[in-house]
């Protein structure tokens, strides 16, 4: 029977030719346009990763909530096609997961072979450095390109501030006005120009207030004994949750041998020496080494350092000890504590004795680390070496890089972010151990897959032929 209702002529018609219209390629570009204007305008991501391997962390959306004001992120890359464009692809995948949940967060490259002075002034050491500038402070990253480590990095930034960094003077220690070799104004500008607040003060005894303890108090090198009275204040600053750093001689002389037994430390009397110098008609006190811990402020730390009249540090663990025992760098693998060594009388070659001496090698730089109620870390950092920040020091090797990366650290002493590790799923290939089965897989797939598509291809084109 035939179908005589038009309404049902009609639509079935259009069912059948409705991409025959005439309008149906103006329909179709319109909807393209408006597609291509909605991907333009807006933007719509999704992390569909099993273990979310491309969205941040909470820990690093927390950090990023605390950092309300613009970050900007300079990297130090080449042009070159091959390392420089890695370093590129690698940095700039990792911020923008960053710039995401920032948009105040601003990256740039810069070629250091096209800008030698920029690279210079911010003293950049190697291709693919970043460096990390927020509120005047600045930190640097290099690889890895991790999340963790610039989550750290931005954590350190957010509470740089807080803890400025006062240089105590009048007891003969390097001034950072000083412009001599035995000054301080190297490091002066340094630390300026890395956004740390600096001050210095004359009276010690003031370090007893509330707001005082937060800072970091520097004793640089004294030549002249504090008084009972301003190592009493000391003491005072460390037992209210202060950090220190100091440049210790023999404590004794600098009269805070009660400080050293407070925090059970053993100063050598004698003098750090190296007899392989002489082959190179260098003093024998005068160090150089490129032995670090890998952690705290040394950690993945290189470069070449060097320590001039130099004391070894030693604290032994105890049994409920609060305080963290960080040993940092160690000098002298070949030498030994000397007890009768004096550099004003080098006449003569020392030999070890026993009896008085410590065989090397001898740490001349140590940290000691303990958690406060606040949830921030106290920080302590001793040098055994005093004239360590002069100018005369500092240009010598990595000095002041290392001088720069132990100051931030005590300064930033909020614990790290830790990360967990996700497990990626499959992606383990288990081979078999033995080498005969090795060989037959390897010969499968480099001369049986190409044989066994050859024939398939040959069967197909017989077969053919047969048709």
Known sequence: MANTNPLRRLSFAFSAAWWQHRLVVPALLLVTLILGWCAWQFSLTADTTHNHRNTLSAPSIQ??????????????????????????????????????????????????????????????????????????????????????????????LQHGSRAPLLFANGNGESALQDTTSQGASQLGQALQAAGIRISSSASISSLSGKQASLATLVLAGATQPYTAAQGAAIQAHLQQGGNLVWLVDRPQQQGL????????????????????????????????????????????????????????????????????????????????????????????????????????????????EKDRASGERQRIVIIGSQQFFTNAQLQR???????????????????????????????????PTTQTWLMVLFNSFQFGLPALLLWAGWLRWRRKLRD
């Open 257 to 368: 041998d009660t400080l050293a037994t407070q925090l059970g430390l053993t100063i050598s009397q004698g003098m750090i020496i190296d007899p392989v110098n002489r082959q190179f008609e260098i003093p024998l006190h005068t160090l150089s080494t490129q032995r670090y811990a890998a952690h705290g402020p040394t950690q993945d730390f290189a470069l070449r350092t060097f320590f001039d009249n130099a004391h070894a540090i030693q604290r032994p663990r105890q049994a409920g000890d609060p305080w963290r025992v960080l040993p940092l760098v160690a000098v002298a693998e070949h030498g030994w504590v000397s007890a009768s060594y004096q550099p004003a009388h080098p006449v003569t070659l020392p030999v070890f004795n026993p009896q008085t001496d410590t065989q090397g090698p001898a740490t001349v730089m140590l940290a000691l």
């Open 63 to 156: 950090v990023l909530k605390q950092l309300p004001d613009r970050i900007e992120i300079t990297a130090f890359c080449s042009n070159s096609p091959y390392k420089g464009r890695y370093f590129r692809k690698s940095i700039t995948a990792l911020i923008q997961r960053y710039q995401h949940l920032h948009p105040n967060l601003q990256l740039q490259f810069v070629d250091p072979a096209t800008a030698p002075t920029m690279a210079r002034e911010w003293q950049i050491k190697k291709e693919g450095e970043m460096v990390i500038r927020y509120r005047d402070q600045q930190q640097h990253l290099y690889l890895p390109y991790t999340e963790e480590a610039l989550t750290n990095v931005l954590l350190q």
């Open 397 to 431: 090797g990595g000095n002041l890089a290392l001088t720069m990366q132990s100051l931030q650290w005590v300064v930033n002493n909020q614990p790290s972010v830790s990360l967990p590790v996700s497990p990626l799923r499959d992606s383990v290939i288990a081979l």
